[in-house]
């Protein structure tokens, strides 16, 4: 894993250059307690200037050739005479002593790169979703400088920059300037300046040797950053026009000009020319510095509609009060400067005179009819056309506002219900047949709808409308009142209308105006459905519940019964659907009743196919057998599975097809020819790359009704429930490339909140999300919840395991007493640690997560976990696995993971025990072997409890259990318990499990009761049950 | 044809003033500078200090109540001493010249601008006096070269970087007749019952610029920054950016108009819409480009 910082270092005011630096995990851990030196030393854990490049390549960086690198003194906090690592990095437990760090220099590797492309690099960054290189992690620091990046490209976008000058060592450059005189961004800049990391600050201080002006530095950052992202963007061709032009090129302004468009950004200017430019720039742009309104009269344009019968419209000029906005006096009163002005203003009416007029000719700038006002001695207003109104309407009053007068415009303008708008109404759909309601649609069915133009709460005939549209101002007055006409909405409407008339508006585009509540420019008031098309995306409770089916062995929750409800009902109209509650609140049985009761109460004769994750399909086996027994099923997998045409037929005697999503890859085409009643996804994440075969594949399978089953917040990862929505009803949610860019861009990389809160209100009629953490929908939770959680094995795993039980057996049946105790004894650790993990039997310490599937299982339900505001703890009775696990765990999500085991010093494990408790955005997984970690501790910040491995002593495991679910634990707790199917850990279990309350006793003393058993009850115990 | 063809070039000076535009100026009030200097006779001689002015070999210009000097960089190595008076109008005239002013809003509004009111000569006319210089000498000019015709080359260099300036900054027409324009904001005022004392809100002298944030933003000393050494500080969550184009185009520069150093309106325009307009386009592009989609 490699950690990413980034710094600003400033080179005088207004420049300087961006750098990153890297700490590599891989050189962390293998750190040694060096000799204390003299000088500045180099960082032991930097990454070197070539990694540094491929890393840079790795993550898609745009300008690889521009980089350079050099070796900069950074002041970091060390502690033993070895720099700490940053929070995030993995890095051995070096330091003897956990004393207090303290500042010292370090020589880094620093990479500089090249602004323009550090631009684009650093605006892609997505807080929400993975890197292009998942090994690399964005430390925090590095993060703080992408948002300020973003922040530029908002006032790029919002056009907060002006040309202007800056002073470089001893040249001036003409330069892009932000400007930052909003309130807004005010603020922002001040978040920025005052929340800058502090190792930002130190390369800073470490390169200049004095106390950095933070200030200085974000200024600088933007200053640079701004100007080179314009300067590259702007289209040269007028420049050089305007070069070409030029007959007199040596003028102020044409080397201004020169100077901000092209690459010469020195000025070449003699010192007349400087004083000129510095001068007369600086004054020019001090006027956006919005004049201090502390005043408690603010000048005030109002804009008034034309009395009856005339053509002009009235700018009225007033006097605002700051302090009761409600509170206009007419400027005639300042002119009149009488007792009762006096009275009302208690201000110097002369000064207020003076600089009423200033405020006037200032505003004439923005909107030069004001002008016209001030031929008079005592300007109280003027007269507008029409046109120039609606240019005050559309640029005027805006301009005026920036610049600190006040406004008041007509109500009509400022009201947005006052614009055109449709509603529309779904016809009742009658079928050719007259059988009364569609039975279903897709997402491209074609619906014809009543329509109504509005304007505001007002209906408007089809003949105003046409009246309306006809007329060539931009303003209109109808039935008395002021509207603009806009020529596009015009032509919205019309096409709408006549789609809704004559062609019909497909249900995808329906519901999407319906959920933005608009279209190109117009206002959808409403859009309504009939029917039950309109109880589903209403989304409103109005289906009936459907009785539990007979053949469903055991009791369902009320929210379990509403969630088969709800799948059924919409399932039934051949919509696909999304179950995503929470991990542990019963989706397979919620699932397993909606097939039982198709079984029983809808004739059917099809088949429903399954696809999982490999690891998953003994859960299913599993909870069928317990739940829903009357379910006929075959499970598809492993290299005896059917072919051909015998699995169809095979396919066809079943209710269900259990099979996994690489099969559906594989056996696509035996696959297809099925023709399913039904297919559902389990773990969606299966088809989570929307572009990948598998997840085509998947698509091409299906028939029948969708089901997808996922536990991840399914808005976190928007690529994937895309892919989700595809599967489920195609077409939904617009083609991936358009989604990505108009809803998943924006999320993922600005924290977009319209988009997101619209993607929110798309998907929400398909999709059932219910929290476990949300007592008042789940009442009837219990506090603490236990599972078990079945792993298959992996084909490695299975070969070692038989090995070591065919040896076992082979040796028990020669030996006796302490020898033979000593053989069984011996080989149970060995399968335990089989299940674990082979690297952990064979001591070959190569961990991919291939190897076990336990592993694969544990880092996909993290991967769940962690999406969500969560802490977990695994514990493991082998202090190597919690190594493996660690390593593993790490790199997989690239982010720090704690282990804590017997071999720590106590101050080591106060400070993990700390980190995970109280730090904010502390290392969310804990681990630590039962041994150590086992009791005494209170971790409960921890809401999920792992058991990797089990200690055959129920006593032990809830002591263990008990770290987390204490008092102070404000969540409910979940416990999962791994079990190897088909192994000794489940046949123990069962035994567990069965004996119950009078076994405790007598097997939790340990497992020498195994050591006991006969040689025909041991095989039976021991070998490998097939699944 | 080459002017310097006939002589020996002028010493190159260092920085001097030369005239920036291609026209003296835009501006009427500095045509009509140098108009009523060309009235009296003198069009063929300021020609001859065109080139000079152009070439930048006017320097030190300075403009008092009454006077104007500057230094000219002749082809001597001594440069020349330039000295112009200008008669300074009397207080009475003032007087009766701020009456007609303050008579409408127009005036203020301009003085509060900077900017020339474009009916100013009436109001001086209407005292009886000329804004501009007249013939008949009431403009003195002085220049330490031998030269015996007057006005010289040097005199007439001079007289066009002082057009340029007051093409910058006309106010100083006013000063050089008299009165600054704070003394003519301060009687104005008078008028309306200011005490001049009290200093008025448009009146304020430039003060330093400030930076674009305002004020000094304070924060910790680095030591105190080790326990969270590595993370963003409170502030920071709540950090949002919002990628919304502006409703307005060219907001900013609408509200600041032309720099006045310009003088080429329509050229200033058109690059601006041009650059802003690109900008933003490829600012759009940039935020939503998906480096993985063009890998592909």
């Not at chain 1, 948002?147 to 790029?156: H, Q, S, T």
């Not at chain 1, 330069?175 to 800049?189: A, H």
């Not at chain 2, 601008?113 to 009436?122: D, Q, R």
Request: net charge neutral; charged share 30%; glycine share 6%.
């Amino acid at each position: 894993m490699i950690v990413l910082h980034g710094g600003w270092v400033s080179n005088g005011s207004n420049n300087g250059s961006f750098y990153l630096w890297a700490e590599s995990s891989g050189k962390a851990l293998k750190v040694k307690k060096p000799s204390a030196g003299a000088g500045v030393r180099p960082h032991p854990f930097t990454l070197s200037a070539a990694d540094m490049k491929s890393v840079l390549q790795s993550l898609n960086f745009p300008g690889i050739f521009g980089i350079r690198s050099k070796q900069m003194e950074i002041k970091l906090p060390t502690l033993d005479n070895i720099p700490c690592a940053s929070t995030g990095l993995i890095s051995a437990e070096y330091h003897e002593d956990y004393g207090k760090p303290e500042l010292s220099a370090w020589k880094v590797n620093c990479t500089k790169l090249p602004v323009f492309e550090s631009f684009n690099w650093l605006l892609h960054y997505s807080e929400r979703s993975d890197n292009a290189n998942p090994e690399v992690l964005f430390s925090g620091d590095l993060l703080y400088w992408t948002r300020a990046a973003k922040f530029i490209l908002e006032l790029i976008l919002r056009e907060r920059f002006i040309p202007s000058v800056v002073e470089r060592n001893s040249s001036i450059c003409g330069v892009w300037k932000p400007v930052l005189s909003d309130e807004k961004d005010r603020e922002r800049f001040k978040a920025l300046v005052e929340s800058m990391p502090p190792v930002s600050r130190s390369i800073e201080e470490s390169s200049c040797g004095e106390e950095a002006s933070v200030q200085n530095m974000v200024s600088g950052f933007l200053t640079v950053f701004l100007d080179s992202a314009v300067r590259n963007w702007i289209d040269r061709r007028e420049y050089e026009y305007l070069e070409n032009k030029c007959y007199y090129r040596d003028d102020v302004f044409s080397i201004w000009v020169e100077s901000l468009c092209s690459d010469r950004l020195e000025i070449k200017a003699s010192k007349h020319q400087e004083r000129i430019l510095i001068e007369h720039l600086t004054s020019w742009s001090e006027a956006l510095n919005a004049p201090g309104r502390e005043a408690s009269w603010i000048t005030c344009f109002k804009l008034e509609d034309p009395v009856d019968g005339e053509e002009m419209w009235t700018l009225s000029l007033h006097l605002q009060s700051a302090d009761d906005r409600s509170l206009l006096i007419p400027l005639q009163w300042i002119w009149n400067n009488d007792e009762k002005t006096k009275g009302v203003v208690k201000e110097d009416i002369g000064r207020l005179q003076e600089r009423i007029i200033g405020d006037i000719a200032k505003a004439a700038r923005l909107f030069n009819p004001v002008e016209r006002s001030l031929e008079s001695e005592a300007p109280v207003s003027c007269a507008l056309s029409m046109d120039e109104a609606y240019r005050f309407l559309k640029e005027g009053a805006c301009l005026l506002e920036e610049s600190g007068y006040n406004v008041v415009i007509p109500g009509w303008w400022l009201n947005r219900e006052r614009k055109l708008g449709l509603s529309l109404k779904m016809k009742d759909y009658q079928n050719k047949q007259g059988e009364g309601e569609k039975s279903f649609f897709t997402m491209d069915s074609l619906i014809k709808f009543d329509w109504n133009i509005a304007l505001g709460d007002e209906n408007i005939s089809r003949e105003e409308f046409e009246k309306i549209s006809q007329i060539k101002a931009p303003l209109v007055n109808f039935r008395g009142k002021w509207i603009e006409v806009n020529r596009n909405s015009i032509q919205t409407i019309l096409k709408l209308i006549n789609n809704a008339e004559k062609k019909g508006i497909s249900l995808a585009s329906a519901l999407k105006m319906k959920f933005s509540g608009q279209e190109q420019d117009i206002n959808i008031m409403e859009c309504s459905f009939t029917g039950w098309l309109d109880n589903i995306i209403s989304g409103e409770e109005q289906f009936e519940s459907v009785d539990i089916p007979a053949g469903f062995k055991g009791t369902l929750r009320p929210y379990q019964e509403k969630g088969f409800s709800w799948m059924d009902y919409i399932t039934a109209k051949k919509f696909g659907v999304c179950l995503a509650d929470d991990m542990g609140l019963g989706k397979t049985i919620q699932f397993l009743t909606l097939i039982m009761h198709h079984k029983e109460k809808m004739n059917m004769k099809r088949p429903v196919l399954l696809l999982c994750p490999t690891s998953i399909v003994g859960n299913w086996k599993r909870e069928i057998e317990r739940f829903t027994p009357g379910i006929n099923f075959m499970i598809h997998h492993g290299t005896k599975r059917l072919t051909g045409k015998e699995f169809v037929e095979a396919a066809n005697k079943y209710d269900l097809v259990i099979s996994t999503y690489s099969l559906g890859l594989r056996d696509k085409q035996v696959m297809a020819e099925v023709d399913w009643y039904g297919t559902v996804l389990d773990e969606a994440q299966g088809i989570k790359n929307p572009q990948a075969r598998q997840t085509r594949a998947i698509r091409e399978i299906a028939k029948g009704y969708r089901v997808a089953l996922t536990g991840t917040p399914v808005e976190n990862r928007l690529s994937e429930l895309w892919s989700i929505m595809e599967f489920l009803n195609p077409g939904y949610l617009g083609t991936f490339s358009d989604f990505k860019r108009n809803i998943a861009l924006p999320i993922e990389r600005y924290n977009d909140e319209t988009s997101l809160a619209r993607l929110k209100r798309i998907i929400q009629p398909f999709i059932l999300r219910r929290m476990k953490t949300d007592k008042s929908i789940i009442k009837d939770l219990p506090k603490k919840f236990e599972m078990k959680v079945y792993c298959n094995m992996s084909r490695e795993q299975a070969t070692l395991y038989k090995a070591v039980v065919d040896e076992m057996m082979n040796n028990v049946h020669d030996s006796e007493g302490i020898r033979r105790k000593g053989i069984i004894l011996a080989s149970l650790t060995k399968l335990k640690q089989i299940c674990n993990h082979p690297a952990l039997f064979l001591k070959d310490m190569s961990d991919e997560g291939e190897r076990s599937e336990k592993l694969r299982r544990l880092a996909q339900m993290a991967e769940e976990i962690l999406s969500g505001d969560n802490r977990m703890l695994i514990f493991t009775q082998f202090v190597e696995m919690g190594f493996i696990l660690q390593r593993y765990l790490q790199s997989h999500f690239a982010r720090e993971v704690l282990f804590l085991h017997g071999g720590l010093r106590r101050a080591a494990r106060d400070s993990m025990i700390n980190r995970f408790q109280e730090e904010a955005d502390g290392p969310p997984v804990f681990i630590l072997s039962t041994r150590a970690g086992g009791f005494g501790l209170n971790l409960t910040r921890a809401n999920y409890i792992f058991h990797y491995d089990r200690w055959w002593n129920p006593a032990v495991e809830n002591q263990a259990t008990d770290r987390a679910y204490r008092i102070g634990q404000e969540r409910n707790v979940v416990v999962y318990k791994f079990v190897c199917s088909g192994t000794l850990e489940e046949r123990i279990d069962e035994l567990l499990e069965y004996k119950k309350g009078l076994a405790e006793n007598i097997i939790g003393s340990g497992e020498s009761w195994l050591t006991n058993l006969s040689n025909e009850k041991l095989k039976e115990i021991f070998a490998i049950r097939e699944i | 044809m080459d002017y310097w063809g006939y002589g020996p070039k002028p010493k190159r000076v260092k920085d001097g003033m030369r005239l920036q535009s291609e026209k003296i100026s835009k501006k009427w009030w500095s045509d009509r500078w140098l108009f009523a200097l060309e009235s009296f006779g003198w069009k063929s001689r300021l020609d001859r200090g065109l080139n000079y002015a152009r070439k930048g070999q006017v320097y030190n210009l300075e403009i008092k109540k009454g006077i104007v000097t500057a230094m000219v960089q002749g082809t001597k190595s001594r440069p020349y001493r330039v000295r112009m008076e200008l008669k300074v109008f009397p207080d009475r005239v003032w007087d009766r010249v701020i009456t007609v002013m303050g008579s409408s809003a127009s005036y203020t509004a301009k003085l509060i601008l900077g900017e020339m009111p474009p009916n100013i000569e009436e109001a001086f006319l209407s005292s009886g006096v000329e804004l501009f210089p007249e013939e008949g000498g009431n403009l003195i000019t002085q220049c330490s070269c031998l030269d015996s015709i007057n006005p010289c080359k040097h005199i007439a260099a001079v007289n066009f970087v002082l057009a340029e300036e007051f093409g910058r900054n006309p106010l100083v027409i006013f000063h050089l007749r008299g009165r600054s324009r704070k003394e003519i904001m301060d009687e104005l005022g008078k008028r309306r019952g200011i005490s001049p004392k009290e200093k008025s809100i448009n009146q304020e002298d430039k003060q330093e610029p400030k930076p674009d944030a305002g004020e000094e933003i304070k924060v910790e000393p680095l030591v105190k920054g080790i326990s969270r050494f590595w993370e963003p500080g409170e502030g920071f969550k709540s950090f949002k950016v919002s990628i919304v184009p502006a409703k307005l185009n060219l907001a900013l520069l609408k509200r600041l108009g032309l720099p006045v150093f310009c003088d080429r309106e329509k050229h200033f325009w058109s690059l601006m819409k041009r650059v802003y307009g690109a900008a933003v386009e490829e600012a759009k592009v940039a935020a939503l480009s998906d480096e993985e989609e063009t890998k592909e």
